[in-house]
């Protein structure tokens, strides 16, 4: 019903940028909240910073200041521009996108494959 295609992790030095993009397709009417999660090795998935169609934003204490999260209504896509990374932000990084198909239903989750983003030292 939902695909959610990301791009643009990689290997990066600490101090470096790299930018996130997320697109979802499908029959969609409308998506009240795209953001972006993070998974390191051993540790649960957590929230990095959230967007709203209405662009509102809500960040993480960790990226605040660093990251700054982004979307295009239109193209139902979702950035994340990543500047001074650090080794800890290496993880792999989760697109997510709350889908409503129509005006009645209530809105769905739907998750990225996920890329991996790494940060050396």
């Known amino acids: 019903q939902v695909q959610l295609v990301e791009s643009g992790g990689g290997l990066v030095q600490a101090g470096g940028s790299l930018r996130l993009s997320c697109e979802a397709s499908?029959?969609?009417?409308?998506?009240?909240?795209m953001g972006w999660y993070r998974q390191a090795p051993g540790k649960q998935r957590e929230l990095v910073a959230t967007?709203?169609?209405?662009?509102?934003?809500n960040y993480a204490d960790h990226v605040k200041g660093r990251f700054t999260i982004s979307r295009d209504n239109a193209k139902n896509t979702v950035y994340l521009q990543m500047n001074s990374l650090k080794p800890e932000d290496t993880a792999v990084y989760y697109c997510?996108?709350?889908?409503?198909?129509?005006?009645?239903?209530?809105?769905?989750?739907?998750w990225g494959q996920g890329t991996q983003v790494t940060v050396s030292s």
């Open positions: 997510n996108a709350r889908v409503k198909f129509n005006i009645i239903l209530s809105a769905i989750d739907y």
């Open positions: 499908g029959r969609i009417f409308t998506i009240p909240i």
């Open positions: 967007i709203t169609d209405g662009s509102i934003t």
